[in-house]
């Protein structure tokens, strides 16, 4: 049986964290590079500052490969 997951931070819904996460502004634009393994980590901390970052891109995926999505 799995948990309820909050669509947004992913984490279960018990547990979610978005009423907590800022909404920064940031003058530079900031890309946020994830390997395909993390994205379902527990903490998944990347998902998180690409959440409180507006100027953020969170990309997903393996060398050269990440680029091209
Ligand atoms: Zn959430």
Do not use: F, Y
């Not at 940031?26 to 994830?34: E, N």
């Amino acid at each position: 049986m799995s948990r309820i997951q909050c669509e947004r931070c992913l984490r279960p819904r018990s547990h979610c964290l978005c009423p907590s996460i800022p909404s920064l502004d940031s003058r530079t634009r900031v890309v946020l590079l994830q390997h395909p393994d993390e994205v379902r980590h527990a903490l998944n901390t990347a998902r998180l500052a690409a959440l409180g970052l507006r100027n953020a891109q969170l990309r997903v995926g393996r060398c050269s490969k990440i680029w091209q999505s």
